[in-house]
Every structure is written in C-alpha cells, then in structure tokens.
Nanobody, 124 residues
C-alpha cells in the first residue's frame, strides 16, 4: 500500500515562497496536490504523470506554483511563489497507482492514496 509523507508547510507573508515535499513509497502513475480550507471543498492545485513531463495547474496558481518530482528520492514537490493570503489552506499530496483513463487529473476520485496534509498560512 502506498504511504505518503508530506512536509514543508509553514507561515509566510504575502509574496513569500514555500516548497512542499511529499515522499512516496510504492508504485505511482500520477500525482497531484490538493488544498482545503475550513468550510470549503477540497480543490485541486496541480498534477502530473509520473512518467511524463506535462504538468497541470488550476488557473489560480498558474505562473506561481510549480509541481515537480525527483524519482531518485521518490519525492513530489510543490514550489509556491508569490503566495497570497487566499493560498492559505491545508495542502495534501495524492497518488494514483493505476491509470485512470478518461478521468481528469484534477478529479479527487482519480487518486487512491492521500497524505495527512501540511498547513500553509499566508499573512497579508
């Protein structure tokens, strides 16, 4: 079974940067980052295929966030620049171990395994 271990959250001022990390054990096919704030549904942030270079971002983070991976370290990253107060959320990494043909990279149902979440707080 997959195990995901996230780190890198914290508190920063608006305009600052953070890098989230997610160490993954097991087979992965696609990976993503999601976030959730109290009272709201969890939303996708970024995603990518394990064996590809194409990356996917929601409009609100395009140009500011970068998803990447280091296969040698079995680690998924989310580099977050130009952070805004509205980026404040609990961030989760997620992994799909099988192909989910036809399913959006941003669909929660795509991902079977989830991390415990790491808090990001951006102050104005």
């Amino acid at each position: 079974e997959e195990q995901l271990r996230e780190s890198g959250g914290g508190s920063v001022q608006a305009g600052g940067s953070l890098t989230l990390s997610c160490v993954v054990s097991g087979v992965t096919h696609s990976m993503g980052w999601f976030r959730q704030t109290p009272g709201k549904e969890r939303e996708a942030v970024a995603a990518m295929f394990t064996n590809g270079t194409t990356t996917y971002y929601v409009d609100s983070v395009k140009g500011r966030f970068t998803i990447s991976q280091d296969g040698s370290k079995n680690t998924l990253y989310l580099r977050m620049n130009s952070l805004k107060p509205e980026d404040t959320a609990l961030y989760y990494c997620a992994v799909a171990s099988e192909p989910r043909i036809g399913m959006s990279m941003f669909a929660e149902q795509r991902y079977k395994y989830w991390g415990q979440g790491t808090q990001v707080t951006v102050s104005s």
